[in-house]
């Protein structure tokens, strides 16, 4: 039953939308509106782009890139991660290879 799907109504953009989503997720998608809401404020603020169509492509780029540079940061952080966990291990394999000789 937790994985059924409910409506949830979102104002998106002066616009309301029924949108249907498992209840577990329906803050997340709440905050997902809000967000995009939000980028699309200052996209429209900004006063450099008059049509709808425009704003949204807009807003939806500045968030794919948002999402990109963290993916990203988080992906180097991993190699990081990787590296000093490799070179953990090899130095704890030369110590144990130490204390058996």
């Known amino acids: 039953m937790s994985d059924q799907s409910i409506p949830i109504n979102l104002h998106i953009l ?37 049509s709808t169509e425009r704003i949204v492509v807009v807003s939806a780029l500045n968030i794919v890139h948002e999402y990109l540079q963290c993916k990203n940061q988080k992906d180097d952080k991993k190699y990081l991660i990787d ?19």
Not at 19 to 42: G, M
Not at 83 to 101: F, H, P, T, Y
Request: aromatic content about 4%.
């Open 83 to 101: 590296d000093e966990v490799e070179r953990l291990q090899k130095k704890l394999a030369g110590a144990l290879a130490d204390i058996k000789s």
């Open 14 to 50: 002066d616009k309301d939308y029924v949108i249907a989503c498992p209840k577990k997720e329906h803050d997340t998608l709440i905050a997902s509106a809000e967000y995009l809401n939000q980028k699309i404020k200052e996209v429209r603020e900004s006063g450099k782009i008059v």
